[in-house]
Protein backbone atom coordinates (compact mmCIF):
# COMPACT_ATOMS: atom_id res chain seq x y z
CA UNK A 1 0.00 0.00 0.00
CA UNK A 2 2.65 2.28 0.54
CA UNK A 3 4.61 2.08 -2.55
CA UNK A 4 0.43 2.31 -4.54
CA UNK A 5 0.22 5.58 -2.22
CA UNK A 6 3.25 7.15 -3.20
CA UNK A 7 2.64 6.46 -7.04
CA UNK A 8 -0.60 8.66 -6.54
CA UNK A 9 -3.27 6.29 -5.66
CA UNK A 10 -6.31 6.88 -5.31
CA UNK A 11 -6.30 9.90 -7.03
CA UNK A 12 -4.66 8.47 -10.10
CA UNK A 13 -7.30 5.59 -10.60
CA UNK A 14 -4.86 2.78 -10.27
CA UNK A 15 -6.85 -0.28 -8.47
CA UNK A 16 -5.07 -1.14 -5.26
CA UNK A 17 -1.81 -4.02 -6.82
CA UNK A 18 -2.12 -7.48 -5.67
CA UNK A 19 0.41 -7.85 -2.57
CA UNK A 20 -0.73 -4.28 -0.70
CA UNK A 21 -1.65 -5.67 3.03
CA UNK A 22 -3.80 -3.31 5.49
CA UNK A 23 -3.90 -3.13 9.13
CA UNK A 24 -6.07 -1.97 11.09
CA UNK A 25 -6.69 -1.93 15.61
CA UNK A 26 -9.82 -1.00 17.16
CA UNK A 27 -8.97 0.40 20.68
CA UNK A 28 -11.89 1.54 22.97
CA UNK A 29 -10.85 5.35 24.33
CA UNK A 30 -10.74 6.82 27.55
CA UNK A 31 -10.12 10.72 28.47
CA UNK A 32 -6.10 10.89 28.58
CA UNK A 33 -5.62 12.12 32.26
CA UNK A 34 -2.64 14.59 31.38
CA UNK A 35 -4.99 16.26 28.87
CA UNK A 36 -8.76 16.10 29.72
CA UNK A 37 -9.80 17.16 26.64
CA UNK A 38 -8.26 13.93 24.38
CA UNK A 39 -8.75 10.71 23.94
CA UNK A 40 -6.36 7.91 24.38
CA UNK A 41 -6.30 4.43 23.43
CA UNK A 42 -7.73 1.95 26.27
CA UNK A 43 -8.68 -1.78 25.89
CA UNK A 44 -7.55 -3.42 22.52
CA UNK A 45 -10.98 -4.57 20.69
CA UNK A 46 -9.92 -6.16 17.72
CA UNK A 47 -7.10 -6.33 14.80
CA UNK A 48 -8.18 -7.02 11.44
CA UNK A 49 -6.10 -7.40 8.24
CA UNK A 50 -6.58 -7.38 4.63
CA UNK A 51 -4.51 -8.44 2.05
CA UNK A 52 -4.69 -7.86 -1.60
CA UNK A 53 -3.78 -10.92 -3.89
CA UNK A 54 -6.80 -11.99 -6.75
CA UNK A 55 -5.59 -15.53 -7.14
CA UNK A 56 -6.30 -16.64 -4.07
CA UNK A 57 -9.52 -14.58 -3.51
CA UNK A 58 -11.35 -14.32 -6.26
CA UNK A 59 -14.79 -14.56 -5.34
CA UNK A 60 -14.02 -11.30 -3.29
CA UNK A 61 -12.21 -9.23 -6.12
CA UNK A 62 -9.01 -10.16 -4.46
CA UNK A 63 -9.59 -8.97 -1.15
CA UNK A 64 -8.52 -11.78 1.41
CA UNK A 65 -10.07 -11.04 5.29
CA UNK A 66 -9.34 -11.91 9.04
CA UNK A 67 -10.34 -10.41 12.06
CA UNK A 68 -9.37 -11.24 15.66
CA UNK A 69 -11.76 -10.24 18.38
CA UNK A 70 -9.61 -9.25 22.03
CA UNK A 71 -11.19 -11.75 24.73
CA UNK A 72 -8.42 -11.13 27.81
CA UNK A 73 -8.23 -14.49 30.18
CA UNK A 74 -10.68 -14.56 32.97
CA UNK A 75 -8.40 -15.94 35.92
CA UNK A 76 -10.11 -18.17 38.26
CA UNK A 77 -9.28 -17.23 41.79
Do not use: C, E
Request: no cysteine.
Amino acid sequence: MINAYKSGFPGNGAAVPDGAMIAKIKWSKRRSPDYPSAAVPDTLKTVGFVVKDSNRFPDTDGWGYAQFVYQPLVQHV
